[in-house]
């Protein structure tokens, strides 16, 4: 029960005192009704001086008003000249009497639902015609009465139906004032959401807060109305953003990364739905956009390095294997020739390998990067890095004069390991040992080749993986490095088969200089 309520009880304006034709309007009974001071200050411009809270000092002892004050309603009395919108916003209920001006009683059913305040009508007259009326203009109850004697009396509990309306009217104002703090929270919302309800399956935006506008590059005027897949899914994400709508339409709660279309273009985001459920008309959902790009991007960079970091061991061994097999090489030759000369390119193998192990850390640490670039002679840097590697009897023929603009110790690098490949994997016999050339073609293409058993079609782009290897010693990590190396200039790499049926690497994008 809604006990201290307040309730505004308004009659008929300037019918007290009698209508224009004569006739005694009914009116309810004063006594206790009297309003607190606090209650509606202004009369009609013609009332008594003291505000309308005033009645006959006769009325009946039991009247409607007094009924609802007897029940424990705060009771006020008025004129619909009273009923101010600071006077409805202070009261729970309004019931208004009416008993012929049609018209104007809807008029005053309109404006107090407007102001937010449940209104009961009590129809002295009880014509249908005006029930219709002030039901379909909104009031919470309709009761006819009777009037006897200037005494009303209602044929139905009018304690009950105020109780129902200020029930309704508190509801009301909750759902009115929770909706209130979501639009302000769906407005101020630092990410993208857009308010959607489904038709024909597919969601169309009924409002978008100023973050999804900023972010997506609409205007809320545009986008309302609008299927939101046209908006603002990628070409090509078609049909991954219907699988999305078929279950948020089947009331999945979904938290997905998705790429959309934005104003800057497409970026990543966490999609997450939020279903309304509600009986009366509204939207369906509220779709939230995390924009996750930024986030997206440093875990790749992470990613990208703990891939280093997780081949720079096996990096560093196959590529330090190598001069530390000149060193033993050389070692072993001094101890059976007597030679020391064996012993300084056995000392210029370690600081090879001192140097290496810089160009691997900052490998490692930097990724596809070079040093300062510089006109390199071709046929230097070949011999110089066949002179490098433990090669036995295989054998180098450099077919160029080229220079090149590259990074000299990434270059060196390469080739390295382009003929340790070559030399690893023999010749097309059995127990031969290949001969490589390093040349450049007419159109501007270097390229290291080689006569042995060549690589199949199907292989080439596999080869340049991380640990892919063909060879029982291998380490499967040296065209890995190739490949790298090779992007850092700025060259790009392919394989092919030599004139000889051996391997060909290729690559283009090579700036030469003239001699």
């Not at 004697?149 to 004032?177: K, N, P, Y």
């Not at 959309?260 to 966490?270: I, Q």
Request: aromatic share 4%; with cysteine.
């Amino acid at each position: 029960m809604n006990r201290s309520a307040r309730v505004l009880w308004v009659v008929e304006p300037d019918r007290r005192e009698g209508d224009s034709d004569g006739a005694s309007a009914p009116r309810p009974a004063d006594g206790p009704v009297d309003g607190p001071a606090d209650g509606p200050v202004d009369g009609p411009a013609d009332g008594p001086a003291d505000g309308p809270a005033d009645g006959p000092a006769d009325g009946p002892a039991d009247g409607p008003a007094e009924r609802l004050a007897a029940a424990g309603f705060d009771v006020e009395v008025g004129t619909r000249s009273d009923a101010t919108d600071r006077v409805l916003d202070a009261v729970d209920c309004v019931v208004s009497l009416v008993d012929r001006d049609t018209d104007r009683a809807v008029e005053f059913v309109e404006r107090t639902i407007a102001a937010g305040t449940p209104v009961v009508v009590v129809d002295v007259e009880g014509d249908a015609g005006r029930a219709h009326r002030v039901v379909a203009a909104g009031a919470a109850e309709y009761l006819p009465a009777t009037a006897t004697s200037g005494e009303i009396g209602v044929d139905a509990d009018l304690v009950a139906a105020v109780d129902r309306a200020v029930d309704a009217g508190r509801q009301r104002r909750e759902r009115d004032s929770a909706a209130a703090q979501l639009r302000t929270l769906f407005d101020d919302a630092p990410d993208p959401i857009v308010e959607y309800e489904f038709v024909g399956g597919e969601p169309v935006a009924t409002a978008a807060n100023e973050a999804f506008t900023d972010t997506f590059g609409y205007d809320r005027g545009t986008v309302v109305g609008q299927a939101m897949n046209d908006c603002i899914v990628p070409e090509g994400k078609e049909r991954e953003a219907e699988t999305l709508d078929e279950r948020v339409a089947a009331g999945d709660r979904v938290a997905v990364e998705v790429r959309r279309e934005t104003a800057g273009g497409v970026r990543d985001f966490l999609f997450r739905n939020i279903a309304v459920e509600t009986d009366e008309r509204g939207p369906d959902g509220y779709a939230v956009y995390v924009d996750i790009t930024d986030q997206k991007e440093r875990e790749h960079r992470l990613q990208r390095q703990n891939e280093r970091l997780e081949e720079f061991a096996s990096v560093v061994s196959h590529d330090l294997r190598n001069p530390m097999g000149a060193v033993k090489h050389r070692i072993e030759m001094a101890r059976q020739t007597g030679d020391n000369d064996h012993l300084a390119d056995a000392l210029g193998a370690l600081d090879r390998m001192d140097d290496r192990l810089r160009e691997l850390l900052q490998l490692a640490r930097q990724g596809e990067t070079v040093g300062q670039t510089e006109p390199v002679s071709l046929p230097a840097v070949a011999r110089e890095a066949w002179n490098h590697v433990a090669t036995d009897d295989a054998t180098l023929d450099v077919a160029t004069d080229a220079v090149v603009d590259a990074d000299r110790g990434r270059l060196t690098q390469l080739l390295e390991n382009l003929y340790i490949n070559a030399v690893e994997h023999g010749g097309r016999d059995e127990g031969a040992l290949p001969s490589v050339t390093v040349g450049v073609d007419g159109d501007g293409c270097l390229y290291v080749a080689d006569d042995g058993c060549g690589i199949p079609v199907e292989k080439r782009e596999e080869v340049f993986s991380s640990g892919y290897t063909t060879g029982r010693n291998g380490t499967g990590y040296g065209l890995t490095i190739v490949k790298q190396v090779a992007r850092a200039q700025g060259w790009e790499v392919g394989v092919a088969e030599s004139h000889d049926g051996g391997a060909r690497f290729e690559f283009r994008g090579v700036e030469f200089h003239e001699r």
